[in-house]
T-cell receptor, first 113, second 113 residues
Framework: EAQVTQNPRYLITVTGKKLTVTCSQNMNHEYMSWYRQDPGLGLRQIYYSMNVEVTDKGDVPEGYKVSRKEKRNFPLILESPSPNQTSLYFCASRPGYSADTQYFGPGTRLTVL | GENVEQHPSTLSVQEGDSAVIKCTYS??????FPWYKQELGKGPQLIIDIRSNVGEKKDQRIAVTLNKTAKHFSLHITETQPEDSAVYFCATRQPFGNEKLTFGTGTRLTIIP
């Protein structure tokens, strides 16, 4: 089944404790991105990647890092999480940056205490 | 940058009635307008989209209309059913850069049986 998977689905952590949210897609898509969803703000892009080893900042990149060493994986790294990073995170992929249909993962709900 | 406004934020309709959600955007270069449905605990899923050279597109009970002059587009759901209850997001995409999607703030649609 074609899909985007994320792990973990739920995470509660404390301020300053490094964490990684994994994202994997099995559709051989070139373009992947991370979003955060907050009430009243919709989805905002954090980082994106057009292909392996090609990543760039989205609209809200502060406090996040990403890497794209393999085409299928695009992990989101929070080096020193803070409470304002408490949010619902979605990974997404699409065949290429100009392709239409974008597929989203199921989401990761992160709480930083 | 692009700004997408979505209204209403909540909408309740009787089962069988129609529902309309409207979005306005600011960047006249936007050329792709998708609508996503997000069910509880899941990631957004594309339900219909339209390109800037088309004024209307229909897929069974859902339709999208686009007015490029006024810079607004709308989602129409007819003969609503309980399974239509979800959060709906509109989005736009510009044909440059990483062609990221800019999302509206979402509409929570509730179908009353």
């Amino acid at each position: 089944e074609a899909q985007v998977t994320q792990n973990p689905r739920y995470l509660i952590t404390v301020t300053g404790k490094k964490l990684t949210v994994t994202c994997s897609q099995n559709m051989n898509h070139e373009y992947m991105s991370w979003y955060r969803q907050d009430p009243g703000l919709g989805l905002r892009q954090i980082y994106y990647s057009m292909n392996v080893e090609v990543t760039d900042k989205g609209d809200v990149p502060e406090g996040y890092k990403v890497s794209r060493k393999e085409k299928r994986n695009f992990p989101l790294i929070l080096e020193s999480p803070s409470p304002n990073q408490t949010s619902l995170y979605f990974c997404a992929s699409r065949p290429g940056y100009s392709a239409d249909t974008q597929y989203f993962g199921p989401g990761t709900r992160l709480t930083v205490l | 940058g692009e700004n997408v406004e979505q209204h209403p934020s909540t909408l309740s309709v009787q089962e069988g009635d129609s529902a309309v959600i409207k979005c306005t955007y600011s960047d006249s270069a936007s050329n792709y307008f998708p609508w996503y449905k997000q069910e509880l605990g899941k990631g957004p899923q594309l339900i219909i989209d339209i390109r800037s050279n088309v004024g209307e597109k229909k897929d069974q009970r859902i339709a999208v209309t686009l007015n490029k002059t006024a810079k607004h587009f709308s989602l129409h759901i007819t003969e609503t059913q309980p399974e239509d209850s979800a959060v709906y997001f509109c989005a736009t995409r510009q044909p440059f850069g990483n062609e990221k999607l800019t999302f509206g703030t979402g509409t929570r649609l509730t179908i009353i049986p």
